[in-house]
């Protein structure tokens, strides 16, 4: 049974930082392309950062600079550092894995960004 765990959401003042984890198991998490999506209220999930099983990265253009993906396949673990967060940055944000045509999901961590 595949699961993925996010956590590290909370409330945040614009200009602060938060780090999201998300946690696999029961898949071979290191061949795995991992990703953070995002769904802002009354919008669609959009891509916010991915990181191949090679280590090759890509970000939205909105948070380039701002946001850090990173993984550690010893703990089967995938990070999303955010910092200078912005009121826009406002979503639940859930990881994902995936390899050739599965994927999966986690069941997503709120982020808010508030002052």
């Known amino acids: 049974q595949v699961q993925l765990v996010e956590s590290g959401g909370g409330v945040v003042q614009p200009g602060g930082s938060l780090r999201l984890s998300c946690a696999a198991s029961?898949?071979?998490?290191?061949?795995?392309?991992m990703a953070w999506y995002r769904q802002p209220p009354g919008n669609q999930r959009e891509l916010v950062a991915g990181?191949?099983?090679?280590?090759?990265?890509t970000y939205a253009d909105s948070v380039k600079g701002r946001f850090t993906i990173s993984r550690d396949n010893a703990k089967n673990t995938v990070y999303l550092q955010m910092n200078s967060l912005k009121p826009e940055d406002t979503a639940v944000y859930y990881c994902s894995a995936s390899l050739l045509s599965r994927g999966y999901w986690g069941q997503g961590t709120q982020v808010t960004v508030s002052s």
């Open positions: 029961g898949i071979i998490f290191s061949n795995h392309f």
């Open positions: 990181i191949t099983s090679g280590g090759t990265l």
